[in-house]
């Protein structure tokens, strides 16, 4: 179960970074940065964490994984964050709320979406947090 997980994750981030036009030698890496953020997220929401907790922590461990691939290929921290926060995304459970919206059950459609927009936000500050993180060890030296 957790190698088919592993193998859509590498693979979902990497034909992402095809449509998001980055450079095919590094195609690899944005997959293998996708899958990485997906273990974290499994790991921690396995051990009893909620999701919006798990979210954080793995796409801050995608952000410091993506500056540091950057600084060894000489490329944009985009190129790898972008398609490796993919799999974090909560796609699934705003197109749940945007369903039961259309069919006037708001009692349903709330939670859902507050638990989108609660994972989008843990999303957003994982990669501002790691970005704090990047700025002030880059300060220190």
Not at 21 to 31: A, D, E, Q, T, Y
Not at 45 to 63: C, E, K, L, P, Q
Not at 115 to 141: C, D, P, T, W, Y
Request: net charge positive.
């Amino acid at each position: 179960m957790i190698a088919m997980q592993l193998l859509f994750s590498f693979v979902a981030s990497a034909l992402f970074g095809i449509i998001f036009n980055i450079p095919p030698r590094l195609l690899p890496h944005s997959g293998f940065v996708g899958m990485s953020g997906w273990v974290v997220y499994t790991f921690v929401s396995r051990s009893g964490t909620d999701g919006v907790t798990a979210t954080f922590m793995a796409a801050f461990f995608i952000a410091l994984l993506s500056n540091a691939f950057a600084r060894r290929y000489r490329a944009p921290a985009t190129i790898f964050i972008v398609p490796g926060i993919l799999p974090l995304v909560p796609g699934l459970t705003a197109f749940e709320a945007m369903r039961y919206v259309a069919m006037n059950d708001y009692d349903a459609a709330i939670p859902l979406a507050a638990k989108a927009f609660m994972i989008s936000g843990a999303i957003a500050m994982g990669l501002i947090f790691s970005e704090v993180v990047n700025q002030l060890a880059k300060r220190r030296h």
